[in-house]
């Protein structure tokens, strides 16, 4: 079984900074690709990044490229998503996602899912 907690959502300013961490934990927690996801009231997940295990290779939505960055800490089994710039639109609960094989935009493509932070910005 593996678990994914993630944290380091909370109430900020437009403008102000978050960094969101996500320890995956468990048996075999190595090798899996990793993202984020979020997801506003009334609305569907949204994907916001992903990262590869392998290379590093990371892939952004267009709403969040230049002010967010993916990172991982491989030998932690964690993956950080910094969090610049933000918007009042950043708004939402955030999840964690994992996978071994799959890097994408579809959220139910993942095989795990962490229990979500919520991320709030006021203007």
């Known amino acids: 079984q593996v678990q994914l907690v993630d944290s380091g959502g909370g109430p900020v300013q437009a403008g102000d900074s978050l960094r969101l961490s996500c320890a995956v934990s468990?048996?075999?927690?190595?090798?899996?690709?990793m993202g984020w996801f979020r997801q506003a009231p009334g609305k569907e997940h949204e994907f916001a990044s992903a990262?590869?295990?392998?290379?590093?290779?990371?892939i952004y939505a267009d709403s969040v490229k230049g002010r967010f960055t993916i990172s991982r800490d491989n030998a932690k089994n964690t993956v950080y998503l910094q969090m610049n710039s933000l918007k009042p639109e950043d708004t939402a609960v955030y999840y964690c996602?994992?996978?071994?094989?799959?890097?994408?935009?579809?959220?139910?493509?993942?095989?795990?899912w962490g229990q979500g932070t919520q991320v709030t910005v006021s203007s």
């Open positions: 996602v994992a996978d071994r094989n799959y890097i994408g935009t579809s959220y139910y493509q993942y095989n795990y």
């Open positions: 468990g048996r075999s927690a190595s090798n899996y690709n």
């Open positions: 990262i590869t295990w392998s290379d590093g290779r990371t």
